[in-house]
């Protein structure tokens, strides 16, 4: 079923301010989608400034750049993972950007396209890539990894506290006959989990899915690998503003803000620093920035998202 891309820009207003735009300069947003965000900082551009979008997925950058073509030679879309985002900037000349939005997680889009096998809640066969030229699938994991494996991914990506029984259930049933889609997958689930924790704690397939998506799509290794490569591609004063959507993300995120603010390695009882190790910026958002309780009641999924932002020296 094809479907018109669209994704309800999350913390665009919060985002944007937090950006600081200067109209000659030149912004990358890694994670492009619908174009939200990008469409967003375009319009406060220059003719002198630039922009440049990457997205992994086909669908957002036909979408993303039809949705910015009235913006000519200032707005360029890239199809790559933004963990390459300095080796292709650089392929186009540009060594610093002056700001970087990073907004993290599947997007409206996959998860409503059914085909795409992001969501339990239709039945259809298990995907759940967001680059759809990557051969991992989440059928290959579901039905490929080891039961100790399993158990780990859907401990530590979905923290659930049924992680073990999951596993062991996901194993049993798939030596009957192999599991192929999401419907299958949430029996399987369901099975595992006591009946009264399945009627508190929401649908029960939530946290595994997620789990399954994060290890498909090596979501947290590319967050990890990536932030140091975003802080070096700022220039000074240039702003990192990354919205996260799960506890995992975000405290990769808090803890690399503060690592990146007091990089001091000396012991705490030194007086004064000895390792030579000096702070990159300076964290903007001691707190995270929520979504306000209008933005939540109009777009439910915005509900867990989180705005940190760091500002390079």
């Avoid at 174009?35 to 003719?47: K, Q």
């Avoid at 399987?188 to 498909?216: D, L, N, V």
Wanted: one cysteine or more.
């Amino acid at each position: 079923m094809e479907m018109e891309f669209r994704h309800a820009s999350v913390l665009l207003d919060e985002t944007i301010e937090a950006l600081n735009v200067k109209p000659d300069g030149v912004y990358l947003d890694g994670t492009l989608g619908g174009g939200g965000h990008a469409f967003a900082v375009c319009e406060r551009l220059s003719e002198k400034g630039r922009f440049y979008g990457i997205d992994q997925d086909a669908a957002a950058i036909e979408a993303a750049g039809r949705r910015l073509e009235k913006f000519g030679d200032r707005a360029a879309v890239i199809r790559d993972n933004y963990c390459n985002a300095r080796e292709a900037l650089r392929g186009r000349g540009v060594e610093y950007v002056d700001g970087i939005v990073l907004d993290l997680g599947v997007s409206s889009y996959q998860l409503d396209t059914i085909e795409r096998g992001f969501t339990y809640k239709y039945d259809t066969p298990l995907d759940m890539r967001m680059d759809q030229r990557q051969k991992l699938t989440a059928r290959d994991i579901v039905n490929g990894y080891d039961e100790q494996s399993l158990y780990h991914v859907i401990r530590d990506y979905g923290e659930d506290q049924f992680a073990k029984n999951i596993a062991k259930h996901i194993v049993q049933a798939r030596q009957k006959a192999p599991i192929e889609t999401t419907f299958a997958l949430n029996e399987i689930i369901k099975a595992a989990i006591p009946a009264k924790m399945r009627a508190a704690g929401g649908h029960p397939s939530k946290r595994t899915f997620q789990a399954i998506r994060i290890e498909c799509n090596h979501e947290l290794d590319v967050l990890r690998d990536s932030l140091e490569d975003m802080i070096q591609l700022l220039n000074a004063q240039g702003r990192l503003c990354i919205i996260t959507f799960h506890s995992l993300e975000d405290r990769i995120v808090k803890n690399f803000f503060r690592q990146m603010e007091n990089p001091c390695t000396c012991p705490p009882e030194f007086p004064v620093c000895v390792c030579g190790k000096i702070p990159y910026g300076r964290v903007i958002s001691r707190k995270p920035i929520l979504p306000s309780p209008k933005e939540q009641e109009a777009n439910p999924r915005s509900k867990s998202a989180k705005l940190r932002v760091f500002e390079r020296i």
